[in-house]
Every structure is written in C-alpha cells, then in structure tokens.
C-alpha cells in the first residue's frame, strides 16, 4: 500500500524555520519523483518545490527561492522540505505527492496531475 506522511508542520514566528519531511512506505523510494505543494483558505494549490530521481533535477518555485531547499534521503525513504526565513504568505497546509520517473518535476515547474499519490497534509502557520 502506497503511502505518504507529512511531519513537521506546527506554528512558527516570522523569519524562524521549520523542516518538513514526507516518509513514504510501500513502494521504492528510489524510482520516484517527490513534490510539494502547499494550500492555503481560499487559494489555489500551489507547486512549491520537487526533486526527482536521482535528485539531479530540482524545482522550486519562485516566491521560495533562497528560503526553501529540498532534499531526499532514499535510505531513509524520506523527503525533506527545509523552510527558513518564514512568512505570513506561507502560511498554507502543505502536501507532498509521487510521480513517477521522469514525470512531474521540471526544470520550470512541476505538474500535479502527474502526481499520483498523495499525503494527508500537514499544516504550517506562521504568525507573530
């Protein structure tokens, strides 16, 4: 059975960090793409970053750029988002999804159609 889990979310100050992962289980960490995305009331899921196999090709969206790094460790069958220098506007429950080889993570963006399972979610929230 395919899984995602999504950990590490809480409230947070302004400029602090938080570090997601996403620990997957039932299936081989090491054929898959991994994305986050992120959801905030009443806005449209938004792609936030990527990385596919090996981890050779990265995404991250523009308004996190210099902030957000993403990571893999395939022993661990786990996907890190770290997040520093937080604001307000990312403020959002944020998912992490599977894409198969090849699929969903570009160089310019990612496509969440081409994710195929997802997590529950995790929510972040950062105010003063």
């Known amino acids: 059975q395919v899984q995602l889990v999504e950990s590490g979310g809480g409230l947070v100050q302004p400029g602090g960090s938080l570090r997601l992962s996403c620990t997957t289980s039932?299936?081989?960490?090491?054929?898959?793409?991994i994305g986050w995305f992120r959801q905030a009331p009443g806005k449209q899921r938004e792609g936030v970053s990527c990385i596919n196999i090996p981890g050779r090709r990265t995404y991250l969206a523009n308004s996190v750029k210099g902030r957000f790094t993403i990571s893999r460790d395939n022993t661990k069958n786990t996907v890190y988002l770290q997040m520093n220098s937080l604001k307000p506007e990312d403020t959002a429950v944020y998912y992490c999804?599977?894409?198969?080889?090849?699929?969903?993570?570009?160089?310019?963006?990612?496509?969440?159609?081409?994710?195929?399972?997802w997590g529950q979610g995790a929510q972040v929230t950062v105010s003063s």
């Open positions: 039932g299936f081989e960490l090491d054929y898959y793409g």
């Open positions: 999804a599977r894409a198969d080889a090849g699929y969903g993570c570009y160089a310019n963006h990612q496509s969440p159609r081409e994710f195929d399972h």
